[in-house]
């Protein structure tokens, strides 16, 4: 059956007997108590029959409650009867609801084609005059016989707080249905209502199907919504409902859409709030017709929206907060906080400092770069520095400073002198993992951290400095970032051989003690210094120590070859988007093999079971120098929202179009250089050093160097999917 309430019990006065008879559990009111016309009204819940006999008066049973441990009763209200109020006798065990019984408005009864999609409408609460309360919910039924037996009841809503226009949920077309309602106050209920009847339609809509495809690491909601299909009608799908809900109930409306003849299968609403949770429905109607609405999906926003690239120019843009955040990082103070400059900042067990770096997709048009949390469409491409291993990930880590020596173990820390490849200053093979100062070292040492760390890569350095370009651009038109003051509108870094930035002698370095090298992360006003412009970002981007980049190679005819080689501009070969760059090792390799080496001679690189496959740069040319990025008004860099081909392919590596350098370069893209070179055993250097002036920056990429090299201002960043 359906919900059901204890009837009241109601005695004249504090003398009447009868009290016996009433059952345990059940509610008593006593009109006059104090039997003095006071007006004091009482009410009671008997607890037990302990001491009352069929002589027990009302009197008698409250004296045995206030002095029996277990309380036979207590009072539960003491209040006074209104002036206006009339109390008719009433005989001892009359059970009274105080509460008129209401009745169904709509479906009218007997009506017939009433739609699927149906609402119950309730008359006013109406109590008797002397009942103080409001209506705060009612009990809906509905069922295929008028006994409402607990096995036909179709639809129930058990003391609803939906107070009138329930909507009822799941009837069939073309089937008799019956109806009844009760109004309930608190503790009291009424009758239910007279029982009315009606038939459904035979036509209608079927119910949508609706679903986001996204997580809810965003502030805007994405709904989809399956295909409209009407039955036994021809009218259209002309219009929807959309409605997204803080209450389970639908009873507080955070977003809707009613009506909605543009959005009628998908949508979006923006301005979703973090940590908190939202009941999405929808239901499709026609001229005629409505469907039910939709099953309720709950979605649970994260306590911060980081997992999104962000806006250029807004606090946070190109740092984020990581979902499912693997066990070897700690969130630091303040990572969640967009406001905090640990903003999306991670440490290792040795208080190493990481930065995530959430994926993005770009699009350059022409000179102008457009990022985005998403495709747009298919307009824009996934950037190649989140895709490893065959998948598209969610963001990278990477050091927020060029890495240093901590107890002969690799180190990210603020103040620190970095690593060099070079026996002269700060050696590589001084850490336990190392034993050669050599740029193939920087390959080994980023284990130190763990298994699934890598040397950061030539795609990923590319995404901060695309990161960079938008930040600065966006700086010129009032956005957060604090190096778009000064030309070029790019991140600053030690380059002018006296600690200090060429273009904005401002920012200033303390010195490592080794030449002008400068300790990381030492940059005043270290924002700077970052790739983002804002305390939270990677420090050192531009400058101080080169770093080397893995991801595009050239073979070798040996493992220590070095030559400028007399191979074509299709002996290039890129890291596979199935290879997972954490199995790359320093080796080199002869012939075919799966040695996952980052080094060897063509055989090996071509081979079937090699991480790498081929790239024609014909813009990188065998003897062709130093190149400086920007050419007039010309593209810089090619795009194709197609991965799989070679001007994607080339871009992401940071080279640029044939046409997108000269002698000079521009101001735009920080004059920064790009060394073409056919080395052998090539390994490729990035951002420069402390005396490089306006070669340096975060678009400068060398490709002169070869794995045997030692140098002592090259480095090295880790990085972890």
Request: include cysteine.
């Given at each position: 059956m359906g919900y059901s309430r204890k009837p009241n019990y109601h005695f004249k006065s504090k003398n009447d007997t009868g009290i016996d008879k009433v059952p345990e559990g059940r509610v008593i009111i006593i009109e006059d108590y104090e039997g003095d016309d006071s007006n004091k009204v009482r009410q009671f819940i008997k607890k037990s029959n302990n001491n009352i006999s069929e002589n027990s008066t009302i009197e008698d049973f409250v004296l045995s409650s206030a002095s029996e441990e277990a309380l036979p009763a207590y009072m539960i209200n003491d209040a006074q009867k209104s002036e206006a109020s009339v109390w008719s006798s009433k005989k001892v065990f009359e059970e009274s609801f105080y509460i008129n019984k209401p009745s169904i408005i709509l479906p009218v009864n007997g009506s017939t084609e009433v739609s699927i999609a149906s609402t119950i409408n309730s008359s006013v609460f109406s109590p008797d005059t002397n009942f103080v309360g409001k209506l705060t919910g009612i009990d809906y039924e509905v069922c295929t016989d008028n006994s409402f037996d607990s096995g036909n009841i179709k639809y129930s809503s058990l003391n609803s707080r939906i107070l009138n226009n329930n909507y009822v949920k799941g009837l069939s077309p073309d089937t008799l249905y019956y109806a009844r309602i009760r109004h309930i106050s608190g503790s009291f209920c009424s009758d239910y209502s007279d029982i009315?009847?009606?038939?459904?339609?035979?036509?209608g809509i079927d119910t949508p199907v609706i679903s986001s495809p996204q997580d809810f690491f965003e502030d805007y909601l994405s709904l989809n919504g399956n295909a409209y299909n009407g039955f036994d009608h021809t009218e259209t799908h002309l219009n929807t409902d959309w409605e997204v809900s803080t209450k389970e109930d639908f009873s507080d409306i955070a977003f809707s859409s009613y009506n909605d003849t543009v959005n009628l299968t998908s949508i979006v609403f923006n301005g979703l709030l973090p940590d908190s949770t939202y009941y999405i429905r929808a239901r499709y109607k026609s001229d005629t017709y409505w469907s039910d609405y939709s099953e309720v999906f709950t979605i649970k926003t994260e306590e911060i929206f980081g997992l999104r690239i962000g806006i250029p120019g807004e606090l946070g843009f190109g740092v984020g907060v990581k979902k499912n955040c693997p066990d070897y990082f700690t969130e630091m103070t303040g990572c969640k906080d967009v406001n905090s400059d640990n903003f999306g900042n991670y440490k290792t067990s040795n208080n190493s400092v990481f930065v995530f770096v959430p994926k993005f997709y770009f699009k350059w048009d022409h000179n102008n770069l457009l990022i985005s949390d998403n495709d747009e469409n298919g307009t824009y491409a996934l950037h190649r520095a989140f895709i490893n291993a065959g998948l598209e990930q969610d963001g990278f880590f990477i050091s927020k400073y060029q890495i240093s020596n901590d107890q002969n173990k690799c180190s990210s820390k603020k103040n620190t002198d970095p690593i060099s490849t070079h026996s002269d200053h700060n050696p590589i093979a001084n850490l336990t993992s190392c034993s050669e100062n050599k740029y193939l070292s920087t390959y080994i040492a980023p284990k130190?951290?763990?298994?699934?760390?890598?040397?950061?890569?030539?795609?990923q350095y590319n995404a901060l400095a695309l990161i960079a370009y938008a930040a600065g651009k966006a700086g010129q038109n009032g956005g957060i970032c604090a190096y778009a003051d000064v030309e070029p509108y790019l991140p600053k870094g030690c380059n002018n051989d006296a600690l200090a930035d060429h273009a904005d002698t401002s920012v200033t370095f303390t010195g490592s003690g080794y030449s002008n090298c400068a300790l990381t992360g030492s940059g005043e006003p270290f924002a700077k210094t970052t790739h983002n412009g804002q305390n939270c970002g990677i420090a050192d981007v531009n400058g101080n120590m080169y770093m080397t980049a893995p991801g595009l190679v050239r073979p070798g005819s040996s493992s220590t070859a070095t030559a400028n080689d007399d191979n074509g501009t299709d002996s290039f070969y890129i890291l596979k988007e199935s290879f997972d760059i954490a199995n790359l090792n320093?080796?080199?390799?002869?012939?075919?093999?799966?040695?996952?080496?980052?080094?060897?001679?063509?055989?090996?690189?071509?081979?079937?079971?090699?991480?790498?496959?081929?790239?024609?740069?014909?813009?990188?040319?065998?003897?062709?120098?130093?190149?400086?990025?920007?050419?007039?008004?010309?593209?810089?860099?090619?795009?194709?929202?197609?991965?799989?081909?070679?001007?994607y392919k080339i871009s992401s590596l940071g080279l640029a179009l044939d046409n997108g350098t000269d002698d000079t370069g521009t101001t735009e893209f920080g004059n920064d250089r790009i060394y073409e070179y056919h080395r052998e055993n090539l390994t490729v250097l990035v951002s420069s050093d402390w005396n490089n002036t306006s070669v340096a920056g975060v678009f400068c990429v060398d490709l002169n160097n070869s794995r045997a090299s030692s140098y002592a201002s090259v480095g090295f960043r880790a990085s972890s999917y």
């Amino acid at each position: 059956m359906g919900y059901s309430r204890k009837p009241n019990y109601h005695f004249k006065s504090k003398n009447d007997t009868g009290i016996d008879k009433v059952p345990e559990g059940r509610v008593i009111i006593i009109e006059d108590y104090e039997g003095d016309d006071s007006n004091k009204v009482r009410q009671f819940i008997k607890k037990s029959n302990n001491n009352i006999s069929e002589n027990s008066t009302i009197e008698d049973f409250v004296l045995s409650s206030a002095s029996e441990e277990a309380l036979p009763a207590y009072m539960i209200n003491d209040a006074q009867k209104s002036e206006a109020s009339v109390w008719s006798s009433k005989k001892v065990f009359e059970e009274s609801f105080y509460i008129n019984k209401p009745s169904i408005i709509l479906p009218v009864n007997g009506s017939t084609e009433v739609s699927i999609a149906s609402t119950i409408n309730s008359s006013v609460f109406s109590p008797d005059t002397n009942f103080v309360g409001k209506l705060t919910g009612i009990d809906y039924e509905v069922c295929t016989d008028n006994s409402f037996d607990s096995g036909n009841i179709k639809y129930s809503s058990l003391n609803s707080r939906i107070l009138n226009n329930n909507y009822v949920k799941g009837l069939s077309p073309d089937t008799l249905y019956y109806a009844r309602i009760r109004h309930i106050s608190g503790s009291f209920c009424s009758d239910y209502s007279d029982i009315i009847s009606f038939r459904t339609t035979s036509k209608g809509i079927d119910t949508p199907v609706i679903s986001s495809p996204q997580d809810f690491f965003e502030d805007y909601l994405s709904l989809n919504g399956n295909a409209y299909n009407g039955f036994d009608h021809t009218e259209t799908h002309l219009n929807t409902d959309w409605e997204v809900s803080t209450k389970e109930d639908f009873s507080d409306i955070a977003f809707s859409s009613y009506n909605d003849t543009v959005n009628l299968t998908s949508i979006v609403f923006n301005g979703l709030l973090p940590d908190s949770t939202y009941y999405i429905r929808a239901r499709y109607k026609s001229d005629t017709y409505w469907s039910d609405y939709s099953e309720v999906f709950t979605i649970k926003t994260e306590e911060i929206f980081g997992l999104r690239i962000g806006i250029p120019g807004e606090l946070g843009f190109g740092v984020g907060v990581k979902k499912n955040c693997p066990d070897y990082f700690t969130e630091m103070t303040g990572c969640k906080d967009v406001n905090s400059d640990n903003f999306g900042n991670y440490k290792t067990s040795n208080n190493s400092v990481f930065v995530f770096v959430p994926k993005f997709y770009f699009k350059w048009d022409h000179n102008n770069l457009l990022i985005s949390d998403n495709d747009e469409n298919g307009t824009y491409a996934l950037h190649r520095a989140f895709i490893n291993a065959g998948l598209e990930q969610d963001g990278f880590f990477i050091s927020k400073y060029q890495i240093s020596n901590d107890q002969n173990k690799c180190s990210s820390k603020k103040n620190t002198d970095p690593i060099s490849t070079h026996s002269d200053h700060n050696p590589i093979a001084n850490l336990t993992s190392c034993s050669e100062n050599k740029y193939l070292s920087t390959y080994i040492a980023p284990k130190d951290f763990g298994p699934s760390f890598h040397t950061s890569a030539l795609y990923q350095y590319n995404a901060l400095a695309l990161i960079a370009y938008a930040a600065g651009k966006a700086g010129q038109n009032g956005g957060i970032c604090a190096y778009a003051d000064v030309e070029p509108y790019l991140p600053k870094g030690c380059n002018n051989d006296a600690l200090a930035d060429h273009a904005d002698t401002s920012v200033t370095f303390t010195g490592s003690g080794y030449s002008n090298c400068a300790l990381t992360g030492s940059g005043e006003p270290f924002a700077k210094t970052t790739h983002n412009g804002q305390n939270c970002g990677i420090a050192d981007v531009n400058g101080n120590m080169y770093m080397t980049a893995p991801g595009l190679v050239r073979p070798g005819s040996s493992s220590t070859a070095t030559a400028n080689d007399d191979n074509g501009t299709d002996s290039f070969y890129i890291l596979k988007e199935s290879f997972d760059i954490a199995n790359l090792n320093e080796g080199w390799t002869d012939g075919e093999s799966a040695s996952n080496s980052a080094f060897g001679n063509e055989a090996y690189l071509q081979g079937s079971d090699s991480p790498y496959e081929a790239l024609d740069i014909p813009q990188v040319t065998k003897s062709g120098g130093e190149t400086y990025l920007g050419s007039g008004s010309n593209d810089v860099f090619g795009f194709s929202e197609d991965r799989n081909s070679t001007v994607y392919k080339i871009s992401s590596l940071g080279l640029a179009l044939d046409n997108g350098t000269d002698d000079t370069g521009t101001t735009e893209f920080g004059n920064d250089r790009i060394y073409e070179y056919h080395r052998e055993n090539l390994t490729v250097l990035v951002s420069s050093d402390w005396n490089n002036t306006s070669v340096a920056g975060v678009f400068c990429v060398d490709l002169n160097n070869s794995r045997a090299s030692s140098y002592a201002s090259v480095g090295f960043r880790a990085s972890s999917y």
